[in-house]
């Protein structure tokens, strides 16, 4: 069946640092991929999405390039900030539509 | 932000009691769904709405029912609480055009005890 992993988390990084969170899937045909994000106390909300293979994502400064021939959806920003501390999850949509598989959520932390 | 809103927002409950968990819309969005989230693994689809009195099973529904008799609410309900049901639940919602899109709510933190 469909899966997501991501990296384990915490990351801790400090201000202005590069961020990579790491996401790779298991999925038949041409799923939809996406990155949400949660901060402390707070429900879901979606941050990028690509619907299809060499599309990129981006939002808020963070960019994910949906890459079929790694089965990847890497979430990259350039200079993260104390607001960007969440938990990110990474998920995946399939052909069948409206259900979605998460990863396991990465918590980012980020120190002034 | 989507009008979406969960009740309670906290419950503690013992086990062997049964709990309702509501989920309220204002967007008048046809999918509505229910995910759990516990610590390392994410959010798991519990049970999801493609219209009133239409539902269908996620993949972690056992122990759970729902119902939707009206758009815009969305009732999970535990029929007998179990400690293994301690989780933080989430409502989403989404249109029926644009089904890959989903909003959630703030989440409903149920503890059984």
């Known amino acids: 069946g469909n899966s997501v992993t991501q990296m384990e988390g915490p990351v801790t990084l400090s201000e202005e640092a590069f961020l990579t969170i790491n996401c790779t899937y298991t999925a038949t045909g041409y799923p939809s991929l996406f990155w949400y994000v949660q901060y402390p106390g707070e429900g879901l909300q979606l941050l990028l999405k690509?619907?299809?293979?060499?599309d990129k994502g981006s939002n808020k400064g963070f960019e994910a390039t949906y890459r079929k021939e790694t089965t990847s959806f890497h979430l990259e920003k350039g200079s993260v900030q104390v607001s960007d501390s969440a938990v990110y999850f990474c998920a995946l949509m399939g052909n069948q539509g409206g259900k979605l598989i998460f990863g396991q959520g990465t918590e980012l932390s980020v120190k002034p | 932000d989507a009008g979406i809103t969960q009740s309670p927002r906290h419950k503690v409950t013992e086990t062997g009691t049964p709990v309702t968990l509501r989920c309220h819309q204002t967007e008048n969005h046809r999918y509505m769904y229910w995910y759990r989230q516990d610590p390392g693994h994410g959010l798991r689809l519990i049970h999801y709405s493609y219209g009133v009195k239409d539902t269908d099973k996620g993949e972690v529904s056992d122990g759970y029912s729902v119902s939707r008799s009206k758009t815009e609410d969305f009732l999970l309900t535990l029929e007998s609480a179990t400690s293994s049901q301690t989780s933080v639940y989430f409502c989403?919602?989404?249109?029926?055009?644009?089904?890959?899109?989903?909003?959630f709510g703030p989440g409903t933190r149920l503890t059984v005890t």
């Open positions: 690509a619907t299809k293979a060499d």
């Open positions: 989403a919602i989404s249109e029926s055009t644009s089904v890959y899109e989903q909003y």
